[in-house]
């Protein structure tokens, strides 16, 4: 009997990538510890807000990670980071003058420095 073979397609690694419920408790108490020292840095007035929500995001972290796999799906995913690069691209925040800078100091120390040449007069 002949088994049926399917063809192997290409298929996106992050499409199918399912985060465990540890990756996702570690973010929680990582994006908890965010909040909290950013409330403990912040003004008086901003503080009762920010430290409840660290609260609550490290308690439902910690009891219910699955509750925050789509936004770690969502942050860690490369296009995001893509898109949000040409983003920054297409509304020219500073990049346009940094990237030439960058190159230009990127030649000059792979190239090194060009030599200046100096006009001597001719010794009688």
Do not use: C, D
């Amino acid at each position: 009997m002949r088994r049926s073979h399917k063809p192997v397609g290409l298929r996106s690694p992050i499409s199918e990538w399912e985060p465990s419920k540890r990756h996702l408790r570690y973010l929680t108490w990582i994006v908890a510890l965010g909040l909290a020292l950013s409330a403990r840095y912040r003004p008086a007035g901003e503080q009762p807000y920010l430290a409840p929500v660290a609260a609550i995001v490290f308690s439902v972290g910690t009891v219910l990670p699955q509750v925050f796999r789509l936004p770690y799906k969502i942050i860690l995913t490369p296009l995001v980071w893509l898109a949000i690069l040409a983003l920054a691209l297409v509304i020219n925040i500073g990049t346009r003058s940094a990237v030439p800078t960058i190159f230009r100091r990127a030649l000059s120390i792979v190239h090194g420095q060009p030599r200046h040449r100096t006009t001597v007069a001719p010794r009688t």
